[in-house]
């Protein structure tokens, strides 16, 4: 009898000395360690912390959660670009939208996805490539409203590149 309960006094004792202590602390510090590495540390504190599962993600969780993120507000844009191609006039602005809306259809339909398939198999190399991919259909989208005198997208536009970079970042601490 006094083995089980010096056993169990000492499984008692490790258990509070090499657990953590609080996932959430240690999410936390995960993420905040993960976002030092990314262009835009604010921007992925918020977008990681943002979901409820962060805290207890490991990089390739936070790595899918930034893609997530990603293929959630390019669909947001994506909307709204098809809202304002139904309100245009001018025939330069309709083309310009019609260029991005194949941009985004591109991230919300190819590269996003893509990018989360290769996370979640183990293959950062293609997660990388598609958020890199997505960023640079941001900035492709931007760069058709050079010669327009309003980039009417230009805020959800910005999101969408800068959280793809960040995606791109976490990704890449798989390599």
């Keep these: 009898m006094n083995k089980v309960i010096c056993f169990s006094l000492l499984h008692l004792i490790f258990s509070f000395t090499f657990s953590p202590v609080n996932s959430r602390e240690n ?3 995960l993420i905040d360690t993960t976002c030092k590495t990314t262009p835009f540390y604010n921007l992925c504190v918020s977008a990681l912390q943002s979901d409820p599962h962060s805290s207890s993600a490991d990089i390739p969780g936070l790595a899918q959660i930034g893609a997530n993120k990603v293929k959630a507000k390019a669909t947001a844009t994506l909307r709204q670009i098809t809202a304002l191609l139904k309100e245009a006039k001018d025939q330069s602005l309709k083309k ?9 259809n591109a991230i919300v339909d190819y590269d996003v996805p893509t990018a989360i398939d290769a996370v979640v198999k183990g293959d950062p190399k293609f997660g990388l490539r598609g958020l ?8 492709a989208c931007e760069r058709r409203f050079e010669k327009q005198p309003k980039f009417p997208i230009e805020g959800d536009n910005k999101v969408v590149h800068d959280l793809s970079t960040v995606a791109s970042s976490i990704v890449a601490l798989m390599l």
């Design 27 to 29: 999410g936390a510090s």
């Design 96 to 104: 310009a939208l019609l260029d991005c809306l194949d941009y985004y």
């Design 132 to 139: 890199n991919d997505a960023a640079n259909e941001a900035l």
